[in-house]
């Protein structure tokens, strides 16, 4: 009996962990995983993610989780290994504060980031890649994001 009761707990803090991993997105609307189709958001979910990725709570919130963990891990002596959870939230944070309209999915393993989803601008594509490099713990940035102008909304 006193190896079974482990035996359980640890079992249940597996499956819970597994079934915890979600892709950190930029919005809603942003891939699910890495090898998702990715679409052109309507001109209004762009809207929508624009104010509020530039609203001034939400930037401090952005800036308040990057600041957070990055504290976190200068105290554990987790510099360079990251947790992968970790470095999929401040990537995310740090593009949803810099790309606004943005819809990017983030997937981290080993260091390594995968980023999915469009931005509105060739610009903003160009900036992915080093933004998510400002974080400690990405070794290399896999980008398959595309250029997507948001698609008017229809009105009839």
């Known amino acids: 009996m006193k190896k079974l009761i482990p035996l359980l707990i640890s079992s249940v803090l597996v499956i819970s962990a597994l079934g915890c991993q979600n892709t950190a997105q930029t919005s809603t609307d942003a891939p699910n995983n890495p090898n998702a189709n990715v679409e052109s958001p309507d001109a209004q979910t762009a809207q929508e993610n624009q104010n509020d990725a530039t609203s001034e709570t939400r930037r401090r919130q952005l800036d308040s989780d990057i600041r957070a963990r990055e504290e976190r891990n200068n105290v554990t002596g987790g510099d360079t290994d990251r947790a992968d959870g970790d470095l999929e ?6 593009l949803e504060a810099n790309l606004p309209a943005s ?15 469009t931005v509105p601008t060739q610009a903003q594509l160009q900036r992915v890649e080093p933004l998510a490099r400002e974080i400690k713990g990405v070794s290399q940035v896999v980008n398959r994001v595309s250029v997507a102008p948001a698609k008017p909304n229809n009105v009839n």
Not at 89 to 94: A, F, T
Not at 104 to 113: F, M, Q, R, T, W
């Open 103 to 117: 819809q990017l999915g983030v997937e981290a393993e080993d260091g390594i980031v995968t980023i999915t989803g």
């Open 89 to 94: 939230s401040e990537v995310r944070s740090k």
